[in-house]
């Protein structure tokens, strides 16, 4: 039988959220094993900005993810290859005259965030993982049990026949987390009724730096800012819709599709020349009652899930990295151990309450928009047009939105 490793930390899952963390705790004196379940791509990153080398999958990182993502040493990286950056976000409700405008001025910034590709990010980290002595990147392996041997050590045991112990086990793996249901931390969690579809498309007209959000009754729909190259303008689309219409939409031809995203949009950005593949997937929210329990942490898509109306999945994740290094960090300067109770506790109630207002929110904006009653439909009509109107309550849900208070 193989030695078991010892470690102080293991984190399951080497996506953004897993890879961030042991980046963010790299240096500091602690052993780190980062688990990784899937092969990691390694093939090299297209340089030409054209409709079939954009990564389907993107995130829009408020300026406080961006801070993060500097202090961890790989911003630079991303800005090397590529990233658009946003200045202005245009929403507006199909059913009715109700709209609102954000813009960069309004808070006094250079930008109101970046969208960049999901896979940039990881390469990027990873590349900080790989070059860093004190962790260990164990992948593709799959972990097959995790056992608590005291109120302070964890034993995980690897498909592989490999195995180690670590005084934090830290859930990144996902919004399916094994650990979470290994670990049986209860959860509360309900179907949107949506499932949601992202493809990268060409369009005739500039994107404008801006982000646009439509309201529409079967569910909202995003056309978010890439990169331009040549005169030729690309977004990223994030559509969700009622489960009932997916099919249908994913179905269609290339053509009729673009058609079909033209008319949703209102041809503001003019024609939908091209698309790549559509992908989808069903859209749940989950929220664990608990974030810890001794020696062991979740963190993210493990914690928490939320509707991408909003785009804050990704920040939400990276708020709690930074916290959970914070905490960990200040603990070790102390020599209290990582998995400790109380430590992680003090992650929980920082993170906690922030997660659950934004989760709230975003469920509260998505049933609001789908009531069709015309009372209802007039109030948040009135309503999107009083608060573009408000110059201080503006800014603050920007500010919020962006992650600045």
Same mark, same amino acid.
């Given at each position: 039988? /193989?030695?078991?490793r !010892?470690?102080? #930390?293991a984190?399951?899952?080497a996506?953004?959220?897993?890879?961030?963390?042991?980046?963010?705790?790299?240096?500091?004196?602690?052993? #780190?094993?980062?688990i990784?379940?899937?092969?990691?791509?390694?093939a090299? @990153?297209?340089?030409?900005?054209? @409709? =079939?080398?954009?990564?389907?999958?993107?995130?829009?990182l408020?300026?406080?993810?961006?801070?993060?993502l500097?202090?961890l040493?790989v911003?630079q990286s #991303?800005?090397? *290859?590529?990233?658009?950056? *946003?200045?202005?976000?245009?929403?507006w409700?199909?059913?009715?005259?109700g709209?609102?405008?954000?813009?960069?001025?309004?808070?006094?910034? +250079?930008?109101?965030?970046? $969208?960049?590709?999901?896979?940039?990010?990881?390469?990027?980290?990873?590349?900080?993982?790989e070059?860093?002595?004190?962790?260990?990147?164990?992948?593709?392996?799959a972990?097959s049990?995790?056992?608590?041997?005291?109120?302070?050590?964890?034993?995980?045991?690897?498909?592989?026949?490999? /195995?180690?112990?670590?005084?934090?086990?830290v859930?990144?793996?996902?919004?399916?987390?094994?650990?979470?249901?290994?670990?049986?931390?209860? %959860?509360?969690?309900?179907? *949107?009724?949506?499932?949601?579809?992202?493809?990268t498309?060409?369009?005739?007209?500039?994107?404008?730096?801006?982000?646009? !959000?439509?309201?529409?009754?079967?569910?909202?729909?995003a056309?978010l800012?890439?990169p331009?190259?040549?005169?030729?303008?690309?977004?990223s689309?994030?559509w969700?819709?009622?489960?009932?219409l997916?099919?249908?939409?994913?179905? @269609?031809?290339? !053509? %009729?599709?673009?058609?079909?995203?033209?008319?949703?949009?209102?041809?503001?950005?003019?024609?939908? $020349?091209?698309?790549?593949?559509?992908?989808?997937? +069903?859209?749940?929210?989950r929220?664990?009652?608990?974030?810890?329990? +001794?020696?062991?942490?979740?963190?993210?898509?493990? /914690?928490?899930t939320?509707?991408?109306? /909003?785009?804050?999945?990704?920040?939400?994740?990276?708020?709690? $990295?930074?916290?959970?290094?914070?905490?960990?960090?200040?603990?070790?300067?102390?020599?209290?151990?990582?998995? =400790?109770?109380?430590?992680?506790?003090? *992650? !929980?109630?920082?993170?906690?309450?922030?997660?659950?207002?934004?989760?709230?929110?975003?469920?509260?904006?998505?049933?609001?928009f789908?009531?069709?009653?015309l009372?209802?439909?007039? @109030?948040?009509?009135?309503?999107?047009?009083?608060?573009?109107?408000?110059?201080p309550l503006?800014?603050?849900?920007?500010?919020?939105?962006?992650?600045?208070?």
């Open positions: 039988m /193989a030695e078991t !010892q470690f102080d #930390i984190i399951v899952g996506g953004i959220a897993g890879a961030s963390l042991a980046v963010a705790l790299s240096g500091e004196g602690l052993s #780190i094993a980062l990784e379940a899937q092969p990691l791509d390694t090299t @990153l297209p340089t030409d900005c054209s @409709l =079939q080398n954009f990564d389907p999958r993107v995130s829009a408020t300026p406080r993810s961006r801070a993060l500097e202090q040493g911003w #991303i800005v090397d *290859y590529r990233y658009c950056a *946003y200045h202005h976000m245009t929403v409700d199909a059913q009715g005259t709209e609102i405008e954000f813009d960069r001025a309004e808070v006094k910034l +250079p930008e109101l965030g970046h $969208i960049v590709e999901n896979r940039v990010i990881t390469r990027a980290l990873l590349a900080k993982v070059a860093a002595p004190d962790i260990s990147l164990l992948h593709p392996v972990l049990t995790c056992t608590r041997l005291s109120s302070s050590r964890m034993l995980l045991e690897l498909e592989d026949g490999g /195995a180690l112990e670590a005084d934090l086990l859930a990144a793996d996902g919004a399916l987390s094994r650990v979470r249901t290994m670990m049986a931390f209860e %959860s509360r969690e309900w179907d *949107y009724g949506h499932h949601a579809i992202v493809a498309v060409e369009v005739a007209r500039s994107h404008e730096n801006t982000a646009w !959000q439509r309201f529409l009754p079967t569910g909202p729909l056309l800012p890439l331009s190259e040549d005169g030729r303008h690309y977004c689309i994030v969700s819709l009622q489960e009932h997916v099919d249908d939409l994913l179905a @269609l031809e290339d !053509q %009729s599709f673009c058609s079909a995203l033209e008319r949703a949009i209102e041809g503001r950005l003019g024609t939908v $020349i091209g698309s790549t593949e559509r992908l989808a997937f +069903p859209l749940r929210q929220h664990a009652v608990d974030y810890v329990q +001794p020696g062991v942490a979740l963190v993210a898509d493990a /914690a928490h939320i509707h991408p109306l /909003a785009g804050q999945g990704i920040n939400l994740g990276l708020q709690d $990295i930074a916290v959970l290094a914070e905490e960990i960090l200040a603990g070790h300067s102390r020599g209290v151990s990582p998995g =400790q109770l109380e430590l992680l506790r003090r *992650y !929980q109630r920082r993170r906690k309450g922030d997660n659950l207002l934004m989760m709230t929110a975003m469920d509260s904006f998505k049933r609001l789908e009531q069709q009653s009372p209802l439909r007039w @109030l948040r009509n009135a309503g999107m047009r009083a608060v573009g109107q408000i110059q503006k800014q603050q849900l920007l500010r919020h939105a962006m992650g600045l208070e």
